[in-house]
């Protein structure tokens, strides 16, 4: 009797606040098949046209990489992050599209929010809204999911607050590219995992500089590594799909 009524007295719910940070982090896991890991961010065809040679390339190469993802993706997050919903998400979406300058990181970006709103739908089923919304823009034929819009969006239907948002899609981006780095030789797992810790530093001052803005003010600070992966489709070998 005594067990039981001290099994009952730990069995109870969790602070709302607690379940979030679960969430947060099955969001950014590496295990959820979203598709990031296909994808190397133009580092294989930089590689190849002998811009990336080293670890000390590899740092440039990826520090230019976050700076050109918070000045042009962090402002969809971030929109989308604020007003989740349907009307925001599709408007953001179609800016997005007529945005993104090559057919490779086009192609990427849409391959990874398809795959990203599929799991969020399969996986959150307490925010029913995002297979609501998933059914409904299927059934129209006429849109494509870009990933940053629907970061914003599943982040923001999970109660995720912008900030958290926005280094939350830097990160991912800096894990995916290191993750590329990798299987391509440039660095071991230790020296990238020492790498993350270095560029974390870098990373927070980027996602300070360019959080919270409109997409009216999303830019290219970085065009070349945008011809790179643009260059991707050429490449006679590749590993990756991007």
Same mark, same amino acid.
């Given at each position: 009797?005594?067990?039981?009524?001290?099994?009952?007295?730990?069995?109870?719910?969790?602070?709302? &606040?607690?379940?979030?940070?679960?969430?947060?982090?099955?969001?950014?896991?590496?295990?959820?098949?979203?598709? #990031?890991?296909?994808?190397?961010?133009?580092?294989?065809?930089?590689?190849?046209?002998?811009?990336?040679?080293?670890?000390?390339?590899?740092?440039?190469?990826?520090?230019?990489?976050?700076?050109?993802?918070?000045?042009?993706?962090?402002?969809?997050?971030?929109? *989308? &992050?604020?007003?989740? &919903?349907?009307?925001?998400?599709?408007?953001? &979406?179609?800016?997005?599209?007529?945005?993104?300058?090559?057919?490779?990181?086009?192609?990427?970006?849409?391959?990874?929010?398809?795959?990203?709103?599929?799991?969020? *739908?399969?996986?959150?089923?307490?925010?029913?809204?995002?297979?609501?919304?998933?059914?409904?823009?299927?059934?129209?034929?006429?849109?494509?999911?870009?990933?940053?819009?629907?970061?914003?969006?599943?982040?923001?239907?999970?109660?995720?607050?912008? #900030?958290?948002?926005?280094?939350?899609?830097?990160?991912?981006?800096?894990?995916?590219?290191?993750?590329?780095?990798?299987?391509?030789?440039?660095?071991?797992?230790?020296? *990238?995992?020492?790498?993350?810790?270095?560029?974390?530093?870098?990373?927070?001052?980027?996602?300070?500089?360019?959080?919270?803005?409109?997409?009216?003010? *999303?830019?290219?600070?970085?065009?070349?590594?945008?011809?790179?992966?643009?260059?991707?489709?050429?490449?006679?070998?590749?590993?990756?799909?991007?």
């Amino acid at each position: 009797m005594e067990c039981k009524m001290e099994t009952d007295e730990i069995e109870e719910p969790p602070p709302t &606040n607690h379940l979030l940070q679960w969430s947060q982090w099955q969001l950014i896991d590496s295990i959820l098949p979203t598709g #990031g890991f296909a994808h190397s961010f133009g580092l294989e065809a930089a590689m190849q046209a002998q811009i990336v040679m080293g670890p000390e390339d590899l740092k440039t190469f990826v520090i230019h990489l976050l700076e050109n993802t918070g000045s042009l993706l962090l402002p969809f997050v971030y929109e *989308a &992050n604020k007003s989740p &919903n349907l009307d925001t998400w599709t408007k953001l &979406n179609r800016t997005l599209e007529a945005t993104l300058t090559n057919e490779v990181s086009k192609k990427s970006s849409i391959s990874q929010g398809s795959a990203l709103l599929r799991v969020a *739908a399969s996986v959150f089923p307490e925010v029913p809204s995002l297979k609501t919304m998933r059914d409904k823009l299927l059934g129209s034929g006429t849109v494509s999911f870009h990933h940053a819009p629907v970061f914003g969006l599943t982040c923001g239907l999970l109660g995720f607050d912008s #900030g958290t948002s926005q280094r939350a899609y830097v990160f991912m981006t800096m894990r995916d590219v290191l993750s590329a780095a990798t299987r391509l030789n440039l660095v071991g797992p230790l020296g *990238a995992a020492a790498l993350q810790h270095q560029i974390a530093y870098v990373a927070e001052e980027i996602v300070r500089k360019w959080m919270d803005r409109p997409v009216e003010e *999303a830019c290219q600070t970085s065009p070349l590594l945008d011809t790179i992966q643009g260059c991707h489709g050429y490449l006679f070998s590749r590993l990756f799909c991007s």
